[in-house]
């Protein structure tokens, strides 16, 4: 029998059918023989009338070599070779792994039916001020993306590169790069219950930045501001406290921590209470604790002597003795 003159086969896009094609040869011809072979070896029978098989259920990005036999009584002739390659299969889900000021680090999941395939991936990535995406090419499973603007989200995208250079379809995510922590935190003003902070910008600075305040209160205080300055209050008296601020380019992707430490002013004494006892040289002093967290109190006593008495915490009163008589005092508790 005569040679097949054309064989055509087109993959459709699929990763797992490929339609093969062809025209009669001359002469007398009982029937075909449809061989495919690579990484999955087929044999189809097919009558006179037809000029076409689908060859379905293949490996996905794999190369087949199709040959078709004529077959007329007890002789046969063999065509030659055609070749084509199922698309492949994209990758699986992609997974940031580590994410940097200016580089992201990214994993994705081995695509279907090809771990024994070759291939590689093209891993393309841009921001809303890209002209064109980047391309960066891996034989692995994973990349790190360098020379990336902080802060910034980009789209990043993964396509499998299977045989004949057939890309699968794309597997894509977005991700915003790590923003600059904040500059020198700095103290406006304090109170006994109350901090009012600023700092300065991070580098590289977005407009749609927003910061995240931790204090180490009970339970922490957070408060998120979308300007280089917050106030802190309901503060207890007299603490210290640890005030954090963190650069966020979005809910999830936050700078590195930059923490400023202070205290607020302890709480004043509501009441004194000075009784002098009908005494011609001493003077009791009374009076009641302040709100907040004190250490010590220090009594001062001033007019034509002075005086100036520590006390514990636990202390409420002093005397103060030795005086003149006569004289009138005027007397002051700190807090410390």
Not at 63 to 82: A, D, L, R
Not at 244 to 254: G, K, Y
Request: charged share 10%; net charge neutral; aromatic share 8%.
């Amino acid at each position: 029998p005569g040679i097949i003159p054309l064989i055509t086969v087109n993959n459709k896009n699929s990763t797992s059918f490929l339609e093969v094609n062809w025209t009669d040869p001359p002469g007398v011809f009982d029937s075909y023989i449809v061989s495919l072979s690579g990484s999955m070896n087929r044999t189809i029978s097919a009558q006179p009338i037809s000029k076409q098989v689908n060859v379905t259920g293949l490996l996905p990005g794999r190369e087949f070599s199709i040959t078709i036999q004529t077959n007329s009584g007890t002789c046969s002739q063999i065509s030659g070779p055609v070749s084509e390659a199922t698309y492949p299969t994209p990758p699986g889900d992609i997974n940031i792994t580590n994410t940097g000021t200016n580089s992201v680090s990214l994993s994705w999941g081995d695509p279907r039916d090809m771990s024994n395939a070759t291939k590689t991936f093209n891993v393309t990535y841009s921001n809303s001020t890209s002209v064109s995406p980047w391309t960066q090419s891996s034989s692995t499973l994973d990349v790190t993306l360098h020379g990336l603007q902080s802060g910034t989200q980009y789209t990043i995208t993964v396509i499998t590169i299977g045989a004949r250079n057939y890309p699968s379809s794309p597997v894509t995510t977005t991700k915003y790069t790590k923003p600059f922590p904040v500059g020198t935190i700095t103290l406006l003003t304090k109170t006994s219950t109350s901090v009012n902070l600023t700092w300065s910008k991070p580098s590289e600075y977005k407009i749609y930045y927003t910061y995240r305040v931790l204090v180490n209160t009970t339970p922490p205080t957070e408060i998120i501001t979308p300007s280089e300055s917050a106030s802190i209050d309901n503060l207890t008296s007299g603490q210290t406290f640890t005030f954090t601020v963190i650069t966020r380019a979005d809910s999830i992707t936050e700078s590195d921590h930059m923490s400023f430490t202070d205290c607020t002013y302890p709480g004043i004494i509501p009441l004194i209470t000075v009784n002098n006892k009908n005494s011609t040289s001493f003077l009791e002093v009374n009076w009641t604790d302040p709100p907040g967290v004190f250490d010590s109190y220090i009594v001062s006593l001033s007019g034509s002597m002075n005086r100036t008495i520590s006390a514990q915490p636990i202390s409420k009163q002093v005397n103060v003795t030795g005086l003149l008589p006569g004289r009138e005092f005027s007397i002051t508790i700190q807090t410390n």
